[in-house]
């Protein structure tokens, strides 16, 4: 039988969100590319397919989404700059207005019914809510699939892949491999084995018959074995923590209540242990943005372009994160802060917006300041990335109360002022991070970043940065803490936070920068997910392909030394997303998508009319995949 009568056959290993959006991109190209072959999708993925692991509705109903469903789609729009056609469709609020008139037809969960009959648009839906319109999403786009396009679900996981023509590919409860000419990755953030220190706290556990939990999925760890009024260190003050929060206090019988005069009180259950938090920063993430935009609508990039990359990259020798490229960034990031406060809030500023720009364009990012402070003339407009990144740096209180007090002034500062649409410039930066991010992939694909400055500037603390500030939690969250701080249910460690294994105490020991003093625990709890790693990852396959060198860990050159540095990601061709060898070498029939690959796409969904970069890749791979198809 000739090449072309046998069906071309895809695997696609994670069915999650960026597995079907990428089988959705395949139906859109196919009638371009595909060429009358047939092709056979396989979809592996242990958790449901559509939701895939984070978004399945088996989990608990207190965790929700950081993001409102207005802001939520898993649909190209005409703002999405890919070659193949756009096909539209409705966000999270228009599908649960569509499913609530009765305009379409979705299997919702009766436990859902009251969340989908009252969402808004401002609303943070749960993420069982967030899994029906998933599944939704992966009913439709494997029902308009157009002929000659079959797709085999295994509820299961893939543990291993040999080369070959075609390429074997085992399941974990299966006998008889799949035969597969081409594999897509998108497998969302790697767990981890424990690193060195982590490994060092666990052992340390195990010999003092302590309590230690790594790194890891906040949903997925059983955390029954923590005792009622247990102190417990908490080293993290992110999204993890927050689910971690709740998970231990409303999850285990307490109830917030709504006070007459605002806030909340948090009545417990007696089931709850006692949190000790801290983290570098020694704050929780901002909260989201609760309001729209006021001003004229912004044009980005603007600054941060891909010419502005290009003019960068004309200069010989290696960037620096911090020196070349961060200045490019805090410019567009002011520029988008300022055109909004300028057209949202004329009267708090003494300059023309038009004078204003044409100043702005032509000053240097480190002259911005004096700019500003001639045109912005209260302190409490002007956009202080510094202060704003580590607003408790160098900052020293004589005792846990009073930083807990300060702690608590600087949350309910943050949630006036992401409630009040007067401080709207916020969210003019907070639109600039999202348009940096998009531009990133460029930077990277250039290859001239130098590896250190790679390595701790870009994804240790931009990246970090960029989730504290634009990826936080919901409002209410932020109110939830404050009521179990009151409740004396959590305290505060501050800024800063170290953990000490104390053999001769035989306890953990928590301290950090902000106050004198320490808190002993017998449990410490690490509330982040890992850092990407293929040399610690812990799923099997990738573990069998780094081993047989047919998976490399991204590396990055230290031109000082010599040295190729460890990014941790899997390292995939940036331009393409195939997947690179332990030699550096591409794979033609590997590909992979997602936060932890090289191009470093945001592990969010996608915004509605931003151009998002997830569309892009995922239909430049579709159309990759498709042209194999008439190539074999």
């Not at 634009?470 to 501050?494: D, K, M, W």
Request: hydrophobic share 40%.
């Amino acid at each position: 039988m000739r090449t072309a009568d046998l069906p071309y056959v895809l695997a696609v290993v994670g069915a999650g969100p960026r597995g079907v959006g990428v089988l959705e991109r395949i139906g859109a190209n196919a009638a371009e590319l595909l060429r009358g072959r047939r092709l056979v999708v396989h979809l592996v993925d242990p958790f449901p397919a559509g939701a895939g692991r984070v978004w399945r509705y088996d989990q608990s109903p207190l965790l929700r989404m950081n993001s409102m469903p207005e802001d939520v789609t898993v649909f190209t729009d005409d703002t999405v700059k890919i070659d193949g056609p756009v096909r539209p469709g409705p966000s999270l609020i228009e599908w649960a207005r569509l499913v609530r008139s009765g305009a379409l037809a979705a299997e919702v969960d009766d436990s859902l019914r009251a969340e989908l009959d009252a969402l808004q648009s401002d609303h943070f839906p749960t993420r069982r809510l967030q899994s029906a319109y998933l599944a939704w999403f992966h009913r439709k786009v494997r029902t308009e699939l157009p002929p000659g396009i079959d797709v085999v679900e295994h509820r299961t996981r893939a543990v291993r892949l040999e080369d070959g023509e075609p390429q074997t590919l085992w399941l974990e409860d299966r006998a008889e491999p799949l035969k597969v000419d081409a594999v897509l990755f998108t497998v969302g953030h790697l767990d981890a084995e424990p690193d060195e220190r982590e490994s060092e706290l666990a052992k340390f556990a195990v010999r003092n018959e302590l309590a230690y939990y790594p790194a890891g999925y906040t949903a997925d760890v059983d955390y029954s074995a923590i005792d009622p009024g247990e102190t417990v260190l908490v080293r993290g003050f992110g999204l993890a923590f927050v689910d971690l929060m709740l998970l231990l206090t409303e999850g285990r019988g307490g109830r917030f209540e709504e006070q007459v005069c605002g806030g909340l009180k948090y009545h417990a259950s007696g089931a709850e242990p006692i949190l000790h938090i801290g983290s570098r920063r020694g704050v929780p993430y901002h909260a989201k943005i609760g309001y729209r935009s006021r001003g004229k609508p912004l044009q980005l990039p603007r600054f941060f372009d891909s010419y502005a990359i290009e003019r960068l990259c004309s200069v010989p020798g290696q960037l620096d994160f911090r020196r070349d490229v961060w200045p490019l960034i805090s410019k567009e990031l002011a520029w988008a802060y300022y055109s909004e406060l300028f057209t949202a809030h004329p009267e708090r500023v003494r300059m023309d917006f038009a004078v204003f720009a044409d100043a702005f364009a032509d000053t240097s990012p480190g002259e911005i300041g004096a700019l500003v402070a001639r045109a912005v003339p209260a302190p409490e407009d002007r956009l202080d990335l510094d202060r704003l990144d580590r607003p408790m740096e160098n900052v020293r209180f004589g005792s846990a109360e009073e930083f807990g007090k300060e702690l608590r002034e600087h949350v309910e500062a943050d949630l006036s002022r992401r409630a009040d649409s007067e401080y709207s410039a916020d969210l003019g930066a907070f639109t600039a991070l999202l348009s940096v991010m998009g531009q990133l992939p460029a930077l990277l694909q250039t290859g001239r970043l130098d590896a250190a400055s790679q390595l701790s500037d870009l994804d240790g603390w931009f990246l970090g940065f960029f989730s504290y500030f634009a990826s936080g939690p919901p409002p209410r969250r932020l109110e939830e803490l404050l009521a179990l701080q009151e409740a004396g249910i959590v305290s505060f460690l501050g800024a800063g936070m170290r953990v000490t294994a104390d053999e001769d105490r035989q306890v953990f020991v928590g301290s950090g920068d902000s106050f004198p003093g320490e808190t002993e625990a017998r449990t410490l709890v690490e509330a982040r997910l890992p850092e990407p790693s293929i040399t610690r990852a812990s799923d099997v396959l990738l573990r069998q392909l780094r081993d047989g060198g047919a998976l490399g860990e991204e590396t990055v050159l230290d031109t000082v030394t010599g040295d190729r540095l460890l990014a941790g990601r899997i390292h995939t061709r940036v331009s393409d997303g195939r997947m690179l060898d332990g030699e550096g070498r591409p794979h033609q029939r590997r590909f992979a998508l997602g936060p932890h690959t090289s191009a470093r796409s945001a592990g969010a969904f996608t915004r509605p009319r931003t151009n998002a970069i997830p569309f892009r890749q995922n239909d430049f791979v579709a159309r990759e995949i498709l042209r194999l198809t008439s190539e074999s």
